[in-house]
């Protein structure tokens, strides 16, 4: 079915918000063909000559007029379905009466003597048309749809045991309109299964992807990835459709708070058939998340790249440990003396080991600073744990070349700890 003004209507049924609908269709008992053995003319020549006036009649308007004349005035003819056959077809030719030829299929269709292609193009013809004329403030419809649901499964129940080429051209009508009728009874998975065949039996038509796409979003539990693709894929195979683009256009804003990546999605939509591997539409607050853990991790960064004062012992640790900074502040360090305090990790009597700025409340303080002693130790030597102030001239550190996933440690000669070395040691602060 091509898109055309009266299928525009039909899709804004999905945008407006309906009132709740009956569950769909479940199957009414469908009519069988009940055709005439030997049909007759039992109103004679008068009855032939108006049927024949009726089916020669080239004007659609003048033809459902003659049509619907024979039927009232011979409600009793053998020929009654023919008649009602020439009238629905004549009427669905008329926009002003699409309505009138989907009544007279219903009438068709439960007319006595009435063959399996009469009954079969009574459904078809519910199923091309009434998807094209149902409005949402409609109060009938419920029934409408009920009425489409029953056609869509009735039709193809005849149609299972129709030729091969009534199968191709009839089915994928009668699926589309079991799917638009799941769709406006709300039976919304139900109707992307449906909707689904109907496009894999007609990859260009846009008003299955359409409702597919109205029908995933509307969900109790929405599938916008593929709601909005599917949307996509109707904007791109009718570009000209507003209905389609605009809709389009309002989900997805609403769903990510912008329009950007739009253009994306119709692209994928305009290269492939289903939603390509690896596709996804971050929601609004998938894209809020991301934006506030970029600004975490570039506050991270800065703070990171934020060293402390260069004349500090932190200062000079940070920028040691840096690969692009090491070299030029190792010429800066290097041989000068400092006075560090601490607590004591280990001690022997040529050397101790001291983590710079500890707390004596830290547990297992990891050392920064491993001084050699200028004056060994004799008697009196720091407790491990213990808070003391030494004095040094830096001498090499590690590891060098600086790496981040090795504990920086810093080796500083000429060493005293004060109140343990011997009285006129040399020291090595500055």
């Known amino acids: 079915m091509k898109l055309c003004p009266t299928a525009v209507s039909v899709a804004l049924l999905a945008v407006a918000g309906w009132a709740a609908l009956p569950a769909p269709f479940q199957g009414a008992t469908c009519a069988a063909p009940?055709?005439?053995?030997?049909?007759?003319?039992?109103?004679?020549?008068?009855?032939?000559?108006?049927?024949?006036?009726?089916?020669?009649?080239?004007?659609?308007?003048?033809?459902?007029?003659?049509?619907?004349?024979?039927?009232?005035?011979?409600?009793?003819?053998?020929?009654?379905?023919?008649?009602?056959?020439?009238?629905?077809?004549?009427?669905?030719?008329?926009?002003?009466?699409?309505?009138?030829?989907?009544?007279?299929?219903?009438?068709?269709?439960?007319?006595?003597?009435?063959?399996?292609?009469?009954?079969?193009?009574?459904?078809?013809?519910?199923?091309?048309?009434?998807?094209?004329?149902?409005?949402?403030?409609?109060?009938?419809?419920?029934?409408?749809?009920a009425t489409l649901s029953q056609a869509a499964t009735c039709g193809q129940q005849l149609l299972s045991s129709g030729t091969?080429?009534?199968?191709?051209?009839?089915?994928?009508?009668?699926?589309?309109?079991q799917g638009f009728a799941q769709l406006n009874t709300k039976n919304y998975d139900g109707a992307i299964a449906t909707l689904t065949k109907a496009v894999q039996a007609n990859p260009k038509d846009a008003l299955s992807y359409y409702w597919m796409g109205i029908a995933a979003v509307s969900k109790p539990t929405p599938d916008f990835n593929a709601g909005l693709f599917d949307l996509a894929k109707a904007s791109v195979l009718s570009p000209g459709t507003q209905a389609i683009s605009s809709y389009l256009n309002t989900v997805y804003t609403t769903y990510t708070g912008g329009t950007d990546g739009l253009q994306d999605v119709i692209t994928a939509a305009t290269n492939n058939a289903t939603p390509p591997q690896g596709f996804n539409i971050p929601s609004k607050v998938d894209r809020l998340n991301a934006a506030n853990m970029a600004a975490y991790q570039a506050a991270l960064e800065k703070q990171k790249n934020q060293l402390p004062p260069p004349d500090s012992f932190p200062g000079i640790e940070a920028r040691l440990k840096r690969p692009e900074l090491a070299a030029d502040e190792w010429k800066q360090v290097k041989g000068q003396g400092y006075e560090l305090d601490g607590i004591v990790t280990a001690v022997t009597a040529k050397s101790v080991d001291v983590a710079v700025g500890a707390k004596d409340t830290d547990a297992s303080p990891?050392?920064?600073?491993?001084?050699?002693?200028?004056?060994?130790?004799?008697?009196?030597?720091?407790?491990?744990?213990?808070?003391?102030?030494?004095?040094?001239?830096?001498?090499?550190?590690?590891?060098?070349?600086?790496?981040?996933?090795?504990?920086?440690?810093?080796?500083?000669?000429?060493?005293t700890i004060k109140g343990y070395s011997p009285e006129g040691g040399k020291q090595g602060g500055q």
């Open 34 to 145: 009940s055709p005439v053995a030997k049909p007759s003319w039992k109103h004679g020549q008068p009855e032939y000559n108006d049927l024949l006036a009726a089916t020669k009649a080239t004007d659609p308007a003048q033809k459902a007029k003659l049509a619907a004349d024979f039927v009232q005035k011979y409600p009793d003819s053998d020929y009654k379905a023919t008649a009602l056959q020439t009238e629905m077809g004549a009427e669905s030719q008329i926009p002003a009466q699409q309505a009138g030829a989907v009544k007279t299929a219903e009438e068709l269709i439960k007319s006595q003597g009435v063959t399996a292609d009469q009954l079969l193009s009574g459904y078809v013809l519910i199923a091309y048309v009434e998807p094209n004329i149902s409005q949402a403030n409609d109060p009938n419809l419920a029934a409408d749809m």
């Open 164 to 177: 091969a080429a009534q199968q191709a051209q009839y089915s994928p009508i009668l699926t589309k309109a």
């Open 366 to 415: 990891t050392p920064d600073v491993h001084l050699l002693l200028f004056t060994p130790l004799t008697t009196k030597r720091p407790k491990v744990g213990e808070k003391v102030t030494i004095s040094g001239a830096a001498a090499s550190f590690k590891p060098n070349p600086p790496d981040a996933n090795v504990p920086f440690l810093l080796t500083m000669d000429q060493g």
